[in-house]
């Protein structure tokens, strides 16, 4: 069997620095790192689909992940199918929407699955490489996990291939790569100016950061790790959890609005009063959802039955939500100063998160104090960034703030 693949001119398909590096498959971990609208995933994906073409004899298994399962569909999935499409191979393909794989005219497969579960990916077999998309949201042990699914002694030139956007250097990405420096990993770092079919208007957009957001700007546009400051909440702990196993505790549930520059965030979390701690059970992050879709959403999850405590300065978006079936939800009190009573009762509390959290873990590590540029103390001001998902969870624990004694926290320079 013939099939053409049609690439046209390769400017006109590829940018540089994935055109440069397509054929080379020497190192066994290629970490491509950079800002928003790089291309990194979109070179990676046009990397791995002509490599998993070459071979009829030993067709390749390609794993396809993301962390949280639910992300798939439109994220790494849709990428696949666009660059199957811009070969013009896709319509030779065998497409199963329904259990997320796909099979080239060469019997090549793409598996797409979510870390969700660890122990589904063990039993998936005869792997020839593995891509991570949004890297940081995994943990080592997963990584670790990988690197064992990747020794079929049929396949030749097994590899990993892990794309994500530069977030905190408490991630474990930044020491195992970027200080260890492992010798069989390639590093690959792009930002938006490595991207020639970026139109004005978003190049704009991301240049404007560095008027808007200092820590924003170094990461989503320079793509450089943001630098490790003084973090709010500096120890968590990072768990699987199992939801039945905690089901004695009682639950509280958050909402913060956002839609175009910043996401909706819903959190459901459980507290051990006696012993001080708060389980993170299950969060819902997106951009762009209208009020009806996020009820939607939280009606999917079964939690359109529960009191939900939302940003009270969204009178509007909170009717909405009623309306639209979650006739629970109800607006918080917000009083003077009070992100810093919320943030100072929260470190009351030791944290343990389902490591499925990866929104709230990216917060965790990345929301700091902010310094004073004169003096170089830290302020008792947090910098506005990096808090949706910490929002929710002050909007949510709000039931039981105040019924405590608050101990307020200031920092000075160099502590």
């Known amino acids: 069997m013939t099939i053409n693949i049609s690439i046209p001119k390769p400017e006109t398909v590829f940018n540089d620095y994935i055109y440069d590096c397509l054929f080379d498959y020497s190192y066994p971990t290629e970490v491509h790192y950079g800002g928003a609208s790089s291309g990194k995933s979109h070179g990676v994906v046009q990397k791995v689909v002509l490599k998993s073409l070459q071979n009829w004899e030993h067709p390749r298994r390609v794993l396809w992940l993301r962390k949280v399962a639910s992300t798939i569909k439109e994220s790494i999935f849709q990428d696949v199918l666009e660059c199957l499409s811009s070969f013009q191979i896709l319509e030779h393909c065998k497409v199963n929407m329904t259990d997320r794989r796909i099979e080239l005219p060469n019997k090549a497969q793409f598996i797409f699955k979510g870390m969700d579960n660890p122990e589904k990916i063990k039993s998936i077999k005869g792997v020839s490489d593995v891509v991570m998309e949004e890297a940081t949201e995994f943990t080592l042990d997963d990584y670790t996990q990988l690197t064992l699914r990747t020794r079929e002694k049929k396949h ?210 990345n929301y700091t104090w902010l310094k004073d540029s004169k003096t170089n103390e830290y302020t008792n001001r947090p910098i506005d960034s990096y808090n949706h998902v910490i929002d929710a969870t002050r909007y949510a624990v709000e039931a039981i703030n105040g019924k405590g004694q608050i101990k307020v926290q200031f920092f000075k320079g160099g502590l």
């Open 156 to 365: 030749k030139d097994k590899q990993i291939y892990m794309m994500f956007n530069p977030v905190s250097k408490v991630n474990w990405v930044y020491s195992y790569f970027f200080i260890n420096k492992q010798p069989d990993a390639k590093v690959y770092q792009t930002t938006y100016k490595h991207n020639r079919f970026l139109d004005e208007r978003t190049k704009q957009n991301i240049e404007l950061l560095a008027q808007r957001n200092e820590a924003y700007y170094k990461i989503y546009a320079l793509g450089e790790f943001a630098t490790l400051d003084k973090l709010i909440f500096p120890k968590y702990e990072r768990r699987l959890l199992n939801k039945d196993e905690l089901s004695h505790l009682p639950s509280y549930f958050g909402v913060d609005f956002g839609f175009v520059n910043d996401p909706s965030a819903f959190i459901h979390l459980k507290i051990d009063e006696d012993n001080k701690t708060i389980y993170f059970i299950e969060e819902y992050v997106k951009k762009g959802m209208l009020n009806n879709e996020l009820a939607e959403t939280i009606k999917t999850l079964g939690y359109s039955k529960e009191v939900i405590t939302a940003d009270s300065a969204e009178k509007k978006s909170i009717e909405e939500m009623r309306r639209n079936g979650i006739e629970r939800i109800k607006p918080a009190k917000k009083g003077p100063d009070s992100i810093i009573q919320g943030i100072n009762f929260l470190q009351q509390y030791d944290f343990v998160v389902d490591e499925r959290c990866v929104k709230l873990i990216e917060e965790l590590e």
